[in-house]
């Protein structure tokens, strides 16, 4: 299975700001910049700011709740991180024992 890397998705995922307030939708169920500022170390504006990257790549989806809005993430995006992250690792991991093999062909070159 090939899986194309998303530079815009992975460029929204690599703030850990946006990775724990993912981590609390995905623990409540979703929630609004209201609820999420009470639980992350930023002010609502910074959570809106955020909610606005997340909901731009697809991660997290929006729906009116009364006066405010409430953010749920997007399970079907998530997945798709997800499967990107395993193949970038896999890729990676394949790369690494490249090296690790040519490294110690090196070492017993230099034993010899």
């Given at each position: ?17 946006r990775r724990r307030m993912l981590d609390v939708l995905l623990a ?25 990257v997340l909901q731009r790549v697809g991660l997290v989806h929006v729906?009116?709740a009364g006066r405010e809005r409430r953010y749920e993430v997007d ?38």
């Amino acid at each position: 299975m090939s899986v194309t890397v998303d530079d815009e998705l992975w460029s929204a995922v690599g703030d850990p700001t946006r990775r724990r307030m993912l981590d609390v939708l995905l623990a409540d169920g979703g929630g609004t910049p209201t609820t999420l500022s009470g639980q992350l170390p930023v002010t609502r504006q910074a959570v809106a700011k955020h909610l606005g990257v997340l909901q731009r790549v697809g991660l997290v989806h929006v729906r009116p709740a009364g006066r405010e809005r409430r953010y749920e993430v997007d399970q079907a995006q998530l997945a798709r991180a997800v499967a990107q992250l395993s193949a970038v690792g896999a890729t990676w991991d394949a790369r690494l024992q490249r090296i690790k093999r040519i490294a110690e062909a090196i070492q017993r070159a230099q034993e010899d």
